[in-house]
C-alpha cells in the first residue's frame, strides 16, 4: 500500500491536460490527463508500474532530506509555474518542516528548471516550534496583491499563519540557481 498524499491540482489546462501533482515519498510526481475520468484502477496499475517516469523533484537539500510534497497550488508565471512546497529533514528535536520553493517549465511542468538550495522559511517562533505536531511550516495557500505574495501555512499542527515575499524578488533568486541539466 502507498501513501500518497498532498495532491495539487494547477490552475489550468497544460496542453489541453488537467495536470495535477502528489506525493509519494520521497519525491514529487505529475499526473496528466484529458479528463478525470481516465483515472481508473487500471490507469493507476500502470502508472505506478511507471513511477520512476512521473517523478518531478526528488529531495536534494539538507533541509529536504527525508521527502517532499507539493503545498500551493502552483502559480504561473513568466519565467515558469512558481511551487511552494514544503521540504522535510531530522534533527535531534525530530522531524522539521520547512517551506521551499523551485520553478518547473510552463509547458512541461515535468520539467525542474530550478529550486532553492535553502529553505524560504522554517521554524522559528514558539507556535510553529510547539503544537501538535512539533517544528512544521507547512505552505497550503498562497495569494497574490501587487508583487507581494502571501503564503499561508499550517504551523505546528496548531495555528495557521501567513508569511509575505517579494514576488520578484523570489523569482530573481529562483532564476540564480537555474538547472544546467535538462530533465
Excluded at 53 to 81: K, Q, R
Excluded at 122 to 135: D, F, I, M, S, T
Aim: glycine share 6%; hydrophobic share 40%; proline share 6%.
Amino acid at each position: 500500500m502507498l501513501w500518497d498524499k498532498n495532491v495539487v491540482f494547477f490552475p489550468r489546462r497544460i496542453n489541453g491536460n488537467l495536470v495535477f501533482l502528489h506525493r509519494i515519498r520521497p519525491g514529487i510526481q505529475i499526473v496528466c490527463v484529458k479528463d478525470l475520468k481516465e483515472l481508473t484502477p487500471e490507469f493507476w496499475e500502470k502508472y505506478f508500474l511507471e513511477l520512476q517516469n512521473h517523478i518531478v523533484m526528488d529531495p536534494l537539500f539538507a533541509h529536504e532530506s527525508n521527502y517532499i510534497g507539493s503545498g500551493c497550488p502552483p502559480i504561473e508565471t513568466e519565467h515558469g509555474w512558481l511551487l511552494i512546497y514544503h521540504g522535510v529533514h531530522d534533527s535531534e528535536n525530530g522531524l522539521v518542516y520547512s517551506a521551499c520553493a523551485a520553478l518547473l517549465d510552463l509547458n512541461n511542468p515535468c520539467k525542474e528548471l530550478s529550486r532553492l538550495p535553502n529553505a524560504l522559511f522554517a521554524p522559528e517562533y514558539e507556535w510553529e516550534l510547539r503544537g501538535e505536531v512539533n517544528n512544521v511550516v507547512f505552505p497550503t495557500g498562497t495569494a497574490r496583491f501587487g508583487d507581494t505574495l502571501f503564503i499561508y501555512y499550517g504551523a505546528a499542527d496548531t495555528h495557521i499563519a501567513c508569511a509575505s515575499v517579494s514576488l520578484p524578488a523570489l523569482l530573481a533568486e529562483l532564476l540564480t540557481y537555474t538547472n544546467k541539466d535538462e530533465k
